[in-house]
């Protein structure tokens, strides 16, 4: 790859930063993965916060150019590589449905399962940028009953986004398991990029505790 188009993934174990690895590895391009210790709080030091102020993961540099934000990582990589089909061109007409699941994600499924998660009261359904929860899983799930991706056949980094944020949320009681996201799950989940990705997380998790430990111990 050419030093304009290398790619850096800051990155950590079992967070958000799985989906994006995991689209790299879906895309088929190398890339260097530059892993950062969040049991040792290293996402809040200044030489990452200097990538992104927030200390949130994943970023990816491609050459020159810094993204922050999930939707806005899967949209320009998948862009960046048309030739791997993850991505319907702009003048596709199912760019509108892709992008509108690529940012429902971050604008309504997240702050709608958190504010249940923390026992908030939403506001009413003009006030909330999802409406109400019900609704939103309820759309959520027609959509899958029909599937088998968000696209119909086609499968796009939008399911790679859902994929595994149905698997995280699901796993931990956030978002029951209705029977059309089970039968999703399965399948993003036997992809080889995610169980390639998977397994090395798993390996990555005990080190990093154990890091964690060991400074602890020598404080």
Not at 16 to 35: F, N
Not at 62 to 88: K, M
Not at 184 to 191: A, K
Request: hydrophobic share 40%; charged share 25%.
């Amino acid at each position: 790859m050419s030093k304009d188009r290398q790619i850096t993934l800051f990155y950590s174990p079992q967070t958000r930063a799985t989906g994006a690895r995991v689209l790299l590895e879906e895309l088929k391009v190398p890339y260097d993965l530059h892993v950062l210790n969040m049991k040792t709080n290293e996402q809040r030091q200044p030489a990452y916060l200097a990538i992104n102020p927030l200390g949130k993961v994943p970023a990816v540099r491609v050459g020159e150019t810094l993204v922050t934000e999930q939707g806005a990582i899967y949209l320009y990589l998948a862009d960046l590589f048309p030739e791997a089909g993850l991505a319907p061109a702009l003048t596709d007409p199912d760019r509108g449905a892709y992008l509108r699941w690529l940012f429902i994600y971050g604008s309504c499924f997240e702050p709608a399962v958190v504010d249940r998660f923390m026992k908030r009261e939403p506001g009413s359904m003009n006030e909330t940028p999802y409406a109400s929860y019900e609704s939103l899983i309820d759309m959520l799930e027609e959509a899958l009953k029909t599937g088998p991706y968000l696209l119909g056949e086609r499968f796009t980094a939008a399911d790679v986004l859902w994929g595994i944020a149905l698997r995280w949320t699901t796993m931990f009681g956030l978002v029951e398991a209705r029977p059309a996201f089970q039968a999703y799950m399965e399948r993003i989940g036997s992809r080889a990029s995610i169980q390639k990705v998977s397994a090395e997380d798993a390996a990555m998790v005990p080190e990093h505790e154990a890091e964690a430990q060991r400074l602890k111990a020598a404080s």
